[in-house]
């Protein structure tokens, strides 16, 4: 029996109409599937049984329950998708700060919260702990959105109705006053809050709220107004650690230590401190093995120091999955130092790819904010790519002994519930908010009238082209 092909010519078809009827940008999609598809296989490869805390825990019980949770991402992420309205964004935007807010506010009075690396930074929910840094992140960058585009449009409705109703508050209806009340104050209360457990956070975070409402519209000048305020924040924190003889806002002590000034921390906490700065591979053996100083101070180097001897021992093709011995060594390698394991395992070219992926994000999202038709679409595209791309770089620089230890997770592949399900609703915004930037594309140029009337798009042009050429030519 003859084949035609035709079979094999409706299946290539039936695949790439398939892939046609995908709405949103391709390329985003394309980025999250491979960094979903790293994450399943690199958290299965990194899990040895010796990182569990618990005994009974194995390397599938872990796997499996990573695949429940990238299950529940992508199930966030069509979620988002499916959304048909920017509307619904903008407004559910509007509660971002008061969520952070309450969240925080759970941390710092101690509300069902549970101390991670030796802070409070976890809610326990009973059937799920959230990291709340993780959940503040995107939604100030949504709320920020938000509050970028009514401060453009002058849209903020209870300022408004409330200078309208009591004279006493008309000074409300002035830009100054709203740009501090519902942006700044926001920022520098968020800042507060999430700096009672970690200055590093409060760093990145911070600095991506202020990208965010720049991309937003605010002036530079206006934002440099914020810098006084948060330097005079800064100094009211570290004096009440000092005060406090460091119990409250214990974590400026951390951020001392890591910048060298362990002396300071030791007279206000009247205790020795053990830092990476402290010691480092070569003269850690100047203090005597077994004793619990030489203890601490391994403790200290030892993740960093394993994290650089993963990148190292990758070479180019890497020693393939499953193949890594430093993972017996840093506890927090499917973490906090995943992208040194996916160099150790996959070389060069695997760390090479990872890096590509998060710069063709930053373009893409470049590029589909060149197209968003309004403030708040734009500053939400252009916030969440660079938080994510932001935090994968920060966390690139850790790995790569380039930057102070901050614990930042890899975006959609380190380890990690509540990291990876707010990522998956960031890249649900920035794909459903694709999509309706391709429809609204799609529609202008439908309903674009031609240059010239009764011209066809495709067999008129081609042949004016080819008459004005063969005049041109002189036939």
């Known amino acids: 029996m003859k084949d035609n092909g035709t079979g094999t010519a409706e299946a290539g078809k039936g695949i790439w109409g398939l892939i046609d009827r995908i709405q949103g940008d391709k390329v985003v999609w394309m980025i999250l599937i491979l960094l979903i598809l790293f994450s399943i296989v690199s958290i299965f490869s990194s899990t040895s049984l010796l990182v569990s805390g618990d005994p009974g825990d194995s390397r599938l ?50 509300i069902r919260a549970v101390e991670v690396n030796g802070a409070r930074r976890a809610i326990d929910l009973g059937f799920f702990q959230v ?87 605010v002036r530079f000048r206006d934002i440099m107004k914020l810098l006084p305020l948060m330097v005079a924040g800064l100094v009211i924190c570290i004096s009440i650690w000092a005060i406090s003889d460091g119990r409250i806002f214990s974590r400026v002590g951390t951020a001392l230590s890591r910048i060298g000034l362990e002396h300071i921390v030791e007279n206000v906490t009247g205790e020795p401190v053990i830092s990476v700065k402290t010691y480092d591979a070569d003269n850690i053996f100047e203090l005597t093995p077994g004793t619990q100083e030489f203890q601490d101070a391994l403790d200290a180097i030892r993740q960093p120091e394993s994290a650089k001897i993963a990148i190292h021992e990758g070479g180019l093709i890497g020693k393939l999955p499953g193949n890594s011995t430093q993972k017996y060594t840093v506890s927090l390698i499917f973490s906090d130092y995943m992208f040194s394991f996916i160099a150790e395992e996959y070389g060069f070219i695997g760390a090479t790819l990872i890096i590509m992926l998060y710069i063709s994000l930053l373009a893409r999202g470049a590029l589909i904010v060149r197209y968003c038709d309004s403030i708040f679409s734009k500053t939400a595209v252009a916030g969440l790519t660079v938080l994510i791309t932001g935090q994968a770089l920060m966390h690139i620089f850790i790995n790569l002994d380039m930057g102070l230890l901050t614990g930042q997770t890899l975006p959609m592949v380190s380890h990690g519930k509540s990291s990876f399900l707010c990522f998956s609703i960031a890249f649900g915004i920035i794909l459903s908010i694709s999509k309706m930037v391709k429809a609204n594309i799609q529609k202008e140029t439908d309903e674009s009238e031609p240059l010239v009337e009764g011209m066809g798009v495709d067999e008129n042009v081609g042949e004016s082209l080819r008459d004005l050429e063969d005049f041109e030519s002189g036939i």
């Open 61 to 110: 019980e872990i796997f499996f329950g990573q695949l429940v949770t990238v299950l529940g991402g992508i199930i966030l992420i069509f979620l988002c998708y499916k959304n048909p309205f920017i509307k619904l964004f903008r407004v559910l935007s509007q509660f971002g700060y008061a969520l952070s807010m309450g969240l925080l506010l759970c941390l710092i009075f101690d």
């Open 131 to 217: 990291h709340v840094y993780e959940v503040v992140k995107v939604a100030m960058v949504m709320y920020l959105a938000w509050a970028a585009h009514a401060y453009q449009t002058d849209s903020f409705g209870i300022a408004g109705r409330l200078s309208r109703k009591f004279k006493g508050l008309a000074f409300l209806a002035r830009p100054g006053w709203k740009l501090w009340i519902y942006i700044f104050i926001p920022i520098i209360t968020v800042c507060i809050g999430i700096f009672a457990g970690s200055a590093s956070s409060t760093l990145f975070i911070g600095g991506i709220m202020v990208l965010t409402i720049l991309i937003g519209g």
